[in-house]
């Protein structure tokens, strides 16, 4: 159980272009989901937390005009890279959690490769 | 602030026991996690210690001392596919979480 899939797992789009990352909880419901980027040897770093029906959550330092979060089922989180250009290149992963007595479940993850 | 540490690199041999560390200051602390996370993979979830002390789970085993900062993850009887990287994460507030540098361990045959 507790299975997060995540969609597309690759990406290459153009310049200027939005990208859409899709988060499903396939088997419970996630009230809040977690969205992270990961660069190229480096750890991961939060992004914002999807809260279902309401609004994102943003770290400091991530542009929610360019990373926009939708949360509008108890399964389904979707990151929008709006106008992306080749810095947003990264490996962005979604995570979420079953319940207070669960660990928390990745995503596969979305290698975006902006050109 | 908050602050992870964790080696960056290390090397073991196959059949081997490893002691990664982490040690960390946060403004507050609800809970420790250690993840694997082999190259182009998401993490994968493997332990989470948030009294102190030491928990066991088969070949992995993670250790906790809240005064002093620190946890260790123990792998025993490596095995090649235990070669990945080891992501400490303090879960901080609420939910949030912060990651360590995650340690690249290599297990030589």
């Known amino acids: 159980g507790a299975v997060v899939s995540q969609h597309p797992s690759r990406v290459i789009c153009k310049s200027g272009t939005s990208v859409k990352i899709e988060c499903r909880s396939l088997d419970f419901q996630a009230t809040t989901m977690f969205w992270y980027r990961q660069f190229p040897k480096q750890s991961l770093m939060l992004m914002a937390t999807s809260n279902e029906g309401s609004k994102a959550t943003y770290e400091q330092g991530v542009e929610k005009d360019k990373f926009l979060i939708n949360h509008a089922s108890l399964t389904l989180s979707t990151l929008t890279v709006t106008s992306a250009h080749p810095e947003d290149s990264s490996f962005y992963i979604c995570?979420?959690?079953?319940?207070?007595?669960?660990?928390?479940?990745f995503g596969s993850g979305t290698r975006l490769t902006v050109v | 602030g908050q602050n992870i540490d964790q080696p960056t690199e290390m090397t073991a041999t196959e059949g081997a026991i490893v002691q990664i560390n982490c040690t960390y200051q946060t403004s507050g602390f609800n809970g420790l996690f250690w993840y694997q996370q082999h190259a182009g993979e998401a993490p994968t979830f493997l332990s989470y210690?948030?009294?102190?002390g030491l928990e066991e789970k088969g070949r992995f085993s993670s250790f906790l001392s809240r005064s002093k900062g620190y946890s260790y993850l123990l792998l025993k009887e490596l095995q090649m596919k235990d070669s990945a990287s080891y992501l400490c994460?303090?879960?901080?507030?609420?939910?949030?979480?912060?990651f360590g540098p995650g340690t690249r361990l290599s297990v030589l045959p």
């Open positions: 994460a303090v879960r901080v507030k609420g939910q949030n979480f912060v």
């Open positions: 995570s979420a959690r079953r319940g207070r007595d669960y660990g928390y479940t």
């Open positions: 210690n948030v009294l102190d």
